[in-house]
């Protein structure tokens, strides 16, 4: 029998693990604008940086303690995917967001990005089989995470969707 290492889920995130594509390069982004000791604000990010992620980004708003999820931006890709868009609302006022809010507490909680590949898409009345999901702190003062850059993208039957 054959164990797979199950990485530290409070350990950095190294950029390898994220496969190459969409998630990568909003990842590669987000490394190179983290200052050496904080995280990027939103400012740090100018969409002309970002033109092909953009579909596939969600700007969640860190609100209060405990934290309440407010969706800033939902990429179109997500929209699509999901057939509802949830710009301006709160990530609680959706069916089956459980395991997306306790991802994001968690992010909050620890500060470290977070990776998930194929989760399934239970959430989605489309016929997407799984998702994989980005998950990074964004702070305005570099130290209080304030803010979540999410970068989504989806498949069916194997294969990666991408909306432009």
Not at 16 to 43: I, Q, T
Not at 68 to 93: C, K, P, Q, W
Not at 102 to 117: D, K, M, N, Y
Not at 123 to 150: C, E, H, K, Q, Y
Request: proline residues 9%; hydrophobic residues 45%.
């Amino acid at each position: 029998m054959v164990f797979q290492a199950i990485p530290d889920p409070l350990a950095e995130l190294p950029l390898e693990s994220v496969p190459a594509g969409v998630l990568r390069d909003v990842y590669a982004l987000w490394l190179a604008k983290r200052p050496p000791d904080g995280y990027p604000g939103r400012r740090d990010f100018a969409p002309s940086e970002m033109v092909r992620q953009l579909p596939h980004i969600n700007l969640l708003d860190v609100e209060g303690r405990p934290p309440r999820f407010h969706n800033r931006l939902v990429g179109t890709a997500i929209v699509e995917a999901s057939g509802i868009d949830m710009t301006g609302r709160y990530f609680d006022e959706f069916a089956e967001t459980g395991d997306a809010l306790a991802r994001c507490r968690r992010l909050v909680e620890t500060g470290l990005p977070h990776f998930f590949a194929d989760l399934p898409m239970k959430w989605s009345p489309r016929n997407f089989t799984t998702f994989s999901v980005l998950g990074l702190p964004l702070a305005s003062d570099g130290v209080t995470i304030d803010m979540i850059l999410g970068a989504l993208t989806f498949r069916k039957a194997g294969n990666e969707v991408s909306v432009s």
